[in-house]
C-alpha cells in the first residue's frame, strides 16, 4: 500500500487543455514536492510546499498543498506536448522521502 | 556537475548471483536513498541513510543490504539474485527536502 496516493494514474488531453492530478495520504508531511520524470532518467524536482495552505506557481504550472499539509494538486493550464510525462508526488517525513505511484500524462499535439 | 552518478547503468544476472550497485554523489548532501521503481508503483523505498554512519529500512528492504561507505557514497547490494528484484534502481541525495536523483540501473534477474 502507497503511503501517498495519486489520482488518476494516467491523463491523456489534447494541446491546450488543462488538467489537475491529485496527490493524498493520510499522513502529515513536513513538505510536499512534485517531481517530473521522462523516459529513462531519474525524477527531477519540479516544486517543493512546505506551508498548510501554501499555492506555489511555476510558469503554468500551479501547485497546493492541502490545510493539514496531508494532500497536495498540481494544476497545467493550456498543456503543451512538453509537459508529457511522469508526475510524482514525494512527502518528507522525519528523512524518509514517500512517493506516490505516480500520474502518466500524455498531452497530443 | 555530476550531481548523483549510479554505475552500472544496465546489469543481467542470473538468479542467485550477487552484485554490488554504486552510488556517489558530490554535492555534500548528508541523507542518501535507494529506491526501486515498478511499472504502476513508483518509487518505493529500499534503504535511507540520514547521515554517514547510519543507515535504515524504508518500505521494500527484504533481500537487500547497504553500506554508506563515506559521505559521498552509499552502495546497494543484492546477495542472491531473485527474478522479483527486476527493477530500475534509483539512488537519490537530499539538500532536505529536496532530492536529487541519479540515471537509474535497469537491472534484469533471470
Known amino acids: 500500500t502507497q503511503l501517498l496516493e495519486q489520482s488518476p494514474q494516467f491523463l491523456s488531453i489534447q494541446e491546450g487543455e488543462n488538467l489537475t492530478v491529485y496527490c493524498n495520504s493520510s499522513?502529515?508531511?513536513?513538505?510536499l514536492q512534485w517531481y517530473r520524470q521522462e523516459p529513462g532518467e531519474g525524477p527531477v524536482l519540479l516544486v517543493t510546499v512546505v506551508t498548510g495552505g501554501e499555492v506555489k506557481k511555476l510558469k503554468r504550472l500551479t501547485f497546493q498543498f492541502g490545510d493539514a499539509r496531508k494532500d497536495s494538486s498540481l494544476h497545467i493550464t493550456a498543456a503543451q506536448p512538453g509537459d508529457t510525462g511522469l508526475y510524482l508526488c514525494a512527502g518528507a517525513s522525519d528523512y524518509k522521502l514517500s512517493f506516490g505511484a505516480g500520474t502518466t500524462v500524455t498531452v497530443r499535439a | 556537475n555530476a550531481g548523483v552518478t549510479q554505475t552500472p547503468k544496465f546489469q543481467v544476472l542470473k538468479t542467485g548471483q550477487s552484485m554490488t550497485l554504486q552510488c556517489a554523489q558530490d554535492m555534500n548532501h548528508n541523507s542518501m536513498y535507494w529506491y526501486r521503481q515498478d511499472p504502476g508503483m513508483g518509487l518505493r523505498l529500499i534503504y535511507y541513510s540520514a547521515s554517514e554512519g547510519t543507515t535504515d529500512k524504508g518500505e521494500v528492504p527484504n533481500g537487500y543490504n547497504v553500506s554508506r561507505l563515506n559521505k559521498r557514497e552509499f552502495s546497494l547490494r543484492l546477495e542472491s539474485a531473485a527474478p522479483s528484484q527486476t527493477s530500475v534502481y534509483f539512488c537519490?541525495?537530499?539538500?532536505?527536502?529536496?532530492?536529487?536523483f541519479g540515471q537509474g540501473t535497469r537491472l534484469t534477474v533471470v
Open positions: 537519490a541525495s537530499t539538500a532536505t527536502p529536496e532530492a536529487f
Open positions: 499522513s502529515v508531511f513536513s513538505s
